[in-house]
């Protein structure tokens, strides 16, 4: 009788346990509950957690909050919302969740994974060093400039034969942030250059968001670390530091060599020498804090882009009449005596609409997290300090309450009926407020030059029969799947056609 007796008050105490670690719901938006200790998982082993989210919102509205193991998280999944968070309540909304393995990656340095004094000045400094480069104006196409000659030169190679054209891109985008950010400019098909690629593209599918593991405390850890390739990736990390202090030391002997150009390592560094001279404390100004600074800046910079122009390519061999109006617009406005420059855009509201449904289509970044620092009242209701809030940015730009038919690829919803370009403020793909992306103007610019430059030398063709359908590979960026194309120079021949009949 006595073992029966505590049995029952066993039972009876890890009941109370777990109802006592149940995390509260009060004032949070609602959503399911879930079972004790497990909360809302179990459904992640069904859904991959972008249509899990999507699926949710269509059932508790735009915002909501689940229970994932112990931790209540909430979602948003529209415009408005976001713009209640990270634009009305933008100083409260700009710190990332802790407990995560973003952030034990990032090391809780760099910019992606600050929060407070040290992200502020991390991004104020690489704001600076990025308007200094001279994006957000023409001056960054003397960057672009110089990766475009010789990345058509290379393609010009494999005309007519089919080719998976990301290696190619992949190198000269990441010529494009290495040349601004350390000094430095490899040449095409450099093997240190194909390193860093694949180190970074490998680093972001570690880190993979996608994955549903990535939303349970501590299993996340093992769900990652146990990875087949993760020592591998940690092994490049590790590799990539060591690297960028090269480049830090390099630096460091030149600083005041008035001959050198400006990059961020050497923005950096003197900022660094200004404070050690006036005996001030370093704050963000340590090497340590550079390394992961350069760390986050090519893995944020690099496949967010070029995947887009993945996307890009695929929907254009995917949609020929598409192809069609892009090239006679380019035709129109360049002609075969020039090549397209940055102002172009202005006269090239095909294009414009273009990478604009790409950018919805593709949603290259589907889910970012933040975390409020104080507790914050959202409508009517209450976040508290610290909670995880996800952003399923895939959900807010395929709402079919705010795009027509959000799984059809057509540039033309950006169009007015004049033909004209329209700044839709429903599309936020590198989302809003103080922690958006602050390489937006630099990735338009790349994606515009890259685009127009390839449409106005070749022909795309499909380099596979079937193509793929235009659905993603999960990650922590979203990659169309892996297809082949065939690129033709095109014929000078080549006239615009008449304007289609309404
Ligand atoms: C198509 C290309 C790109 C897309 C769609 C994109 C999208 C995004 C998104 C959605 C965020 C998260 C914002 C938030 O948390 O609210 C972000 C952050 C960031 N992006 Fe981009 N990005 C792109 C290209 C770039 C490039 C080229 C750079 C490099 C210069 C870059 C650097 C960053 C950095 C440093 C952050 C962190 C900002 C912070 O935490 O304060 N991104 N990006």
Redesign the pocket.
């Known amino acids: 009788m006595a073992w029966l007796t505590a049995i029952l008050c066993a039972t009876l105490l890890f009941l109370l346990l777990l109802l006592w670690l149940q995390p509260s719901t009060k004032g949070l938006p609602p959503g399911p509950k879930g079972l004790p200790l497990v909360g809302n998982l179990f459904d992640l082993l069904r859904y991959n957690p972008i249509e899990y989210f999507t699926l949710l919102s269509k059932e508790y509205g735009p915002i909501f909050s689940i229970q994932f193991g112990l931790r209540r998280v909430v979602v948003i999944t529209s415009r408005h919302w976001m713009q209640q968070a ?1 634009v009305r309540h933008a100083d409260t909304f700009t710190n990332r969740p802790h407990g995560t393995v973003m952030h034990f990656i990032g090391g809780g340095k760099g ?2 994974m600050t929060e407070g004094q040290a ?1 502020r000045d991390s ?1 104020r400094l690489l704001t600076l060093v990025l308007k200094e480069f001279g994006v957000g104006s023409s001056k960054i196409e003397d960057y672009i400039g110089l990766e475009l000659p010789e990345f058509i030169e290379t393609l010009k190679k494999e005309v007519g034969k089919p080719i998976e054209i990301h290696p190619d891109l992949a190198t000269s985008v990441l010529n494009i ?1 290495w040349h601004m950010f350390a000094g430095e400019r490899f040449k095409t098909g450099d093997p240190f250059l194909k390193w860093m690629v694949t180190s970074i593209e490998r680093t972001a599918n570690l880190i993979n968001q996608g994955s549903f593991l990535n939303f349970v405390p501590l299993v996340q850890f093992i769900g990652t670390f146990l990875r087949p390739r993760a020592f591998q990736v940690l092994f490049s990390l590790v590799y990539r530091m060591m690297y960028f202090n090269g480049v830090i030391r390099q630096h460091r002997k030149q600083l005041d060599d008035p001959t050198k150009n400006m990059d961020l390592v050497f923005a950096f560094l003197r900022e660094q020498k200004k404070i050690e001279e006036a005996h001030q404390a370093p704050g963000i100004f340590t090497d340590s804090q550079l390394r992961w600074l350069l760390s ?2 090519f893995v ?2 690099l496949d ?2 070029v995947s ?1 122009m993945r996307w890009a390519l695929l929907f254009i061999v995917k949609h020929p009449r598409v192809a069609d109006k892009l090239r006679d617009e380019i035709l129109q406005v360049v002609g075969h005596d020039r090549k397209p420059c940055l102002s172009d855009r202005e006269t090239m509201p095909y294009m414009e609409a273009f990478i604009s449904e790409t ?1 919805r289509y593709s949603v ?2 589907p889910i ?1 997290t ?1 975390a409020p620092s104080h507790d914050a009242n959202l409508g009517p209701y209450i976040i508290p300090a610290g909670t995880m809030v996800i952003t399923n ?1 895939h959900g807010a730009l395929h709402d079919p309450n705010v795009w027509e038919n959000p799984s059809e690829f057509r540039p033309e919803r950006f169009l007015t009926p004049e033909g004209k370009f329209f700044k839709d403020e429903n599309l936020v ?3 809003i ?1 103080r ?5 937006e103007s ?2 338009r610019a790349e994606i515009f030059l890259f685009l127009t430059t390839i449409l106005h030398t070749f022909e795309l063709k499909p380099g596979v029969d079937p193509l793929p359908p235009l659905s993603y590979v999960d990650g922590l960026f979203l990659h169309p799947q892996p297809y082949k194309i065939i690129l033709e120079l095109q014929q000078p021949r080549h006239r615009p056609r008449e304007p289609e009949k309404a």
């Open positions: 990270f910019v992606v992200w991004r942030v986050d800046l944020a910079g967010t882009s887009a950018l290259v970044v970012i933040h940015l793909p590198f989302s407020g922690r958006s992306c602050v390489g630099l990735a």
